[in-house]
């Protein structure tokens, strides 16, 4: 099995859809190209020619206008630009969730290993694994006993998957609505999960899928147990991730990166390649490869040591400028 | 389905019992009222009328014994206060256990869904789920493969629950014995999990039954993956969790509260509504609501932030205190 | 069922194997005594006479030549020392693997409870749990839902595992070798886990089996939720760790250790008999016994506790030196 990354961009349509059916469907208003087509669904941070886009906060208008998407749906009548298509509507998020839930239906399972999951040859799975609906899955991998895959998840070849993992929950993503009862508005998530070839998946750890892009885990990475990945992220190949680590969602990791035990990496950030992070460390922004990181919020592993060598000083400062005429502690 | 929060005190007897019957059974010393009768079990910070309830320490006999409870199993015979009952005992805890064991009986599984569990309409449960014992689930919820619901868990209306996740798991609840060769004694749990209506639960997350009164997730609450929740926590309404949160038992979490990955609370404490804590945090004691919050042990966030950068600042401070005559470092 | 220690180094040959077979299964060259007899697979640091063990770091040479070990595979033709044989080979690590798959080769499994698998009287098992093959299982244990119990894993008597426990998941342990596009090679392991008498394993926890040697959890110990235990640990009698405790590989960690919520502890150290280690802190190295202690990395509680409040008094330090004509903040 192949797995092109510029395949990796999934919710496509299986054929394009007019925008006049998008405009009743969702009863949007129309503005700027009537006849377009629209051929999938994407996130802003990597839409292309033909998705389908949403935003509802005049600050992300822009970027969202000049994006690379064909068809946007807005919660305000603004100029559109050429060669575009606005679905306008007062909750362009609902509109949003309305046509992902058409397109990508939840499909019920009636046995652990669904008729349509492909499985390649020389692999094997234990029992009591749950296998989705659509889900592919190469040649010489071991699934281990009660792991769960859910529907679209794409396995490559000889990887590992060891007990009590899950691949492809929901996205945690959610809009507030501080008005209503019930505040938290799912974002309902449409996109997969990709284990390239080589990975290998300790017990326990979840992966969750994109809203509408892929999470994927890189050729060759190896990741502990207990392991937490969100959604959409993007890890390179040959990581090493030590047990209980966690990264937020649409973090992109670069190959050869290593997390030691309980690392929390934020979301929306990018680790460098090589980049070796300590043990408890709190990554909250981006980081540069090639260098090693220590501390919660994280900095340069050395700095971070002198740092708590000076602070072991405090008290002898404190004496320079109080002689012990009487002695404080 | 409808959930009081009135009517979240479970662990009620089908018919009252008798302090005859509880003094025989277990062995104890009737004192004060001998014609009480016994209503249900509980711990003694949430004792009501007719409950029965357990101390072996002697600074907490003035609590116990001035609580709503109206018989108290107790290592020392002391003066019962008027309309109570006292079963005067060696080992409380022990005759507490073996009346736990005997009302609230472990009852083996056959199957993987009991035929004493009631399914609301619209429920999907998807494959390798087990629901245990007078289990009740609400009308529209999605219980996704590899689930574990333990006996008694009740779960309202529009709940979706991830891959791998467990509800109503023991009590992680010891006494130490030192004398012994097996030192920890167990204290059987005889509590629930009670999932309110329109919560998410993430993949992999557990939440542990109360010792015998309720865990219980608010309405609307989201949690995200590996979230353990301690027995006999009380999360509010419109939580959110971030990944790999940890709560101790007997906490409570107001309304609206922001936990963010890797955040661990303690046990027997209470974060006021609206607070939100940033990632790694370390929440040691009470916090007050509608505030930020970071650290461990957790401050204000901006104060916290202040402290960050004095400590940056240590050098400096020796460098005005020690004139670079010789540069140290 | 009687679990001794000194039986506890699991990787036994069935019968011996002479070095002329494994000299040619391997394609080694032999060195030394040639009529030598190897009883089993150890790991550097426990090997006993009889066992095979492989080294490839020259730093390591010594150790490795002048332990216990028989045979020894290693990538470089030196003076072999009396008694021992050695197996000479460009790739120890791949010639290793080699070995431990032939002899513990994956035994697929095709049903959730093994034939071969040992249960003890009164002991109960959930519905959809996972037994390997040659799991032995004590008396009176109470296994709950969805637990997957690995090959060859050995649980004693009155043992209490809760939802989702993996026991047995591969070791975490790769040798990299950056000049491959898979940089990460496996080493296989063929160690066991091993869980004492009225040991109690909370919701989630994870176990994994030791390289060659056995990972042990010490009888009465008790884990809460979601705990990660690397392989080859080995956890004393009595010790109590809550939820989200991480335990890095071969670490020791003596009885009636007390480890709080989200405690990380690194490899290859030992955490002394009656150590307390608070919350969240992170153990870098091996700490003396009956002290308390926290911190990441940790220290003397005490000390700690001290030095959060010296860094508080940063600012009057900094006034001190800077009396306020102009206020700085």
């Known amino acids: 099995m192949v797995l092109l990354r510029q395949t990796y961009n999934y919710m496509q349509f299986e054929q394009p ?33 033909g998705d389908i886009s949403f935003v509802d906060f005049e600050k992300y208008y822009d970027k969202c206008l000049n994006s690379a998407a064909t068809v946007i749906i807005i919660n305000k009548e603004v100029a559109c630009p050429d060669g575009k298509t606005l679905l306008v509507i007062n909750d362009p998020f609902s509109a949003y969730v309305k046509i992902v839930k058409h397109f990508r239906p939840f499909e019920p399972a009636t046995k652990m290993i669904s008729d349509s999951a492909v499985i390649g040859e020389g692999t094997h799975i234990q029992p009591g694994v749950f296998v989705g609906n659509h889900v592919r899955i190469g040649e010489h991998c071991l699934i281990h006993p009660n792991v769960t895959i859910y529907d679209h998840c794409v396995i490559g070849n000889n990887v590992v998957i060891h007990a009590g ?48 892009g892929d999470t994927i885990i890189g050729k060759g990475t190896k990741l502990d147990n207990h392991i937490h990945i969100g959604h959409g992220a993007v890890i390179g190949k040959n990581c090493l991730f030590a ?43 981006s980081l540069e490869g090639g260098k090693i990181y220590f501390g919660s919020p994280v900095e340069d592993a050395k700095s971070k040591m002198r740092e708590l060598s000076w602070i072991k000083r405090i008290p002898e400062l404190w004496e320079k400028l109080n002689p012990p005429v009487k002695d404080e502690e």
Chains 1, 2, 3 share one sequence.
């Not at 007019?18 to 629209?38: C, I, M, P, R, Y």
């Not at 993503?173 to 998946?201: A, H, T």
């Open 17 to 49: 859809v007019s925008v006049q059916w998008l405009s009743e469907f969702t009863g949007a208003k129309l503005v700027g190209d009537h006849n377009q087509l629209a051929t999938g669904i994407n996130e802003i941070h990597k839409v292309t020619k």
């Open 165 to 212: 993992v899950v691949l492809g929950a929901d996205a945690f993503y959610f809009k507030r609505r501080k008005e209503r009862e019930v505040q938290y508005d799912k974002l309902v998530s449409c996109g997969r999960v990709i284990i390239e070839d080589d990975v290998e998946i300790g017990a326990g750890t979840t992966i969750d899928k994109g809203v509408s």
């Open 243 to 285: 047990a209980q680590v966690g990264v937020g969602g649409k973090a992109i990791i670069e190959d050869e990166v290593i997390l030691w035990g309980q690392v929390g990496v934020s979301k929306d950030l990018t680790i460098g390649k090589g980049a070796v992070v300590y043990a408890q460390s709190g990554v909250p922004a």
